[in-house]
C-alpha cells in the first residue's frame, strides 16, 4: 500500500535560514504530490502540487519543492525562513490505483528561532 | 469563487451527548466532499467521503457517521459521543470525478474543534 513519510515530527531553523522540510513516497507509478501548510487552529492550505511536466514546483509563500523519481522524494525548500513561516506542513500522494484519494503524511512541524 | 463554511467553530459536549458538525460549499456543483479528524498528536485521519447526494464511504469503523442531504451540504453526526471523539474536524472538497484522472485537490474548511468532557 501506498505510504507517505515525513522525516521529523519537528524541525527548527533560524529566521533566514534555509528550511528543508522531508518527503519520501512509496509508490511504484508516477504519483501526484502535494504540499499542505496549516496555521495554528486553522484548516489546511494547498501550497504547491506537482502533477506532470517540471519537477521543480514553486508554491506560495516562496516555498518549492523538486520531484526526485529516482529518490521517489518530494522535499520542500525555502531559501530564507520567515517567522510567518511557523506552521505545520502536510506532504501527500495521490494516484490512480487509489481513485486519487489522498495518501498524507504524519506532518511536520516547523519552528522558526528568532 | 468557491468557499466552504464548517460550524460550530468549537464545540464543549459532555460523554454521551450527539454531535452534529455541518459543512457547505458555495460556488461548485456536485463536489466531492470529505471529513477528517486531527486528534493531538496525531495527523489527518479520513474519515467519510461522498462523491454525490447519499453516497458516504466510511474509512475506519467509529462512532461516527455521515450524511448528505444535499449537493453541497455534509453533516458528520455521533449520537453519543465518546472522551477519544476529541479532535480537530476538517472538512474537505474536491472536483476530481470518479474514474477522472488529474490532481485530486482539496479544499479545506477552517475545522471545527470539538473538547469532549
Known amino acids: 500500500a501506498q505510504s507517505v513519510t515525513q522525516l521529523g515530527s519537528h524541525v527548527s531553523v533560524s529566521e533566514g535560514a534555509l528550511v528543508l522540510l522531508r518527503c519520501n513516497y512509496s509508490s511504484s507509478v508516477p504519483p501526484y504530490l502535494f504540499w499542505y501548510v496549516q496555521y495554528p487552529n486553522q484548516g489546511l492550505q494547498l501550497l504547491l502540487k506537482?502533477?506532470?511536466?517540471a519537477t521543480l514546483v514553486k508554491g506560495i509563500n516562496g516555498f518549492e519543492a523538486e520531484f526526485k523519481k529516482s529518490e521517489t522524494s518530494f522535499h520542500l525548500t525555502k531559501p530564507s525562513a520567515h517567522m510567518s513561516d511557523a506552521a505545520e506542513y502536510f506532504c501527500?500522494?495521490?494516484?490512480?490505483?487509489?481513485?486519487?484519494?489522498?495518501?498524507w503524511g504524519a506532518g511536520t512541524k516547523l519552528i522558526i528561532k528568532p | 469563487s468557491q468557499t466552504i463554511h464548517q460550524w460550530p467553530a468549537t464545540l464543549v459536549q459532555p460523554v454521551g451527548s450527539p454531535l452534529s458538525l455541518e459543512c457547505t460549499v458555495e460556488?461548485?456543483?456536485?463536489?466531492?466532499l470529505y471529513w477528517y479528524r486531527q486528534a493531538a498528536g496525531r495527523g489527518l485521519q479520513l474519515l467519510f467521503y461522498s462523491v454525490g447526494i447519499g453516497q458516504i464511504s466510511s474509512e475506519v469503523p467509529q462512532n461516527l457517521s455521515a450524511s448528505r442531504p444535499q449537493d453541497r451540504q455534509f453533516i458528520l453526526s455521533s449520537k453519543k459521543l465518546l472522551l477519544s471523539d476529541s479532535g480537530f474536524y476538517l472538512c474537505?472538497?474536491?472536483?476530481?470525478?470518479?474514474?477522472?484522472?488529474?490532481?485530486?485537490?482539496?479544499?479545506f474548511g477552517a475545522g471545527s474543534r470539538l473538547t469532549v468532557l
Open positions: 460556488g461548485t456543483s456536485n463536489p466531492n
Open positions: 501527500a500522494v495521490s494516484e490512480e490505483g487509489s481513485n486519487y484519494q489522498l495518501i
Open positions: 474537505a472538497w474536491s472536483v476530481l470525478r470518479t474514474g477522472g484522472s488529474g490532481a485530486n485537490v482539496l479544499t
Open positions: 506537482y502533477t506532470t511536466g
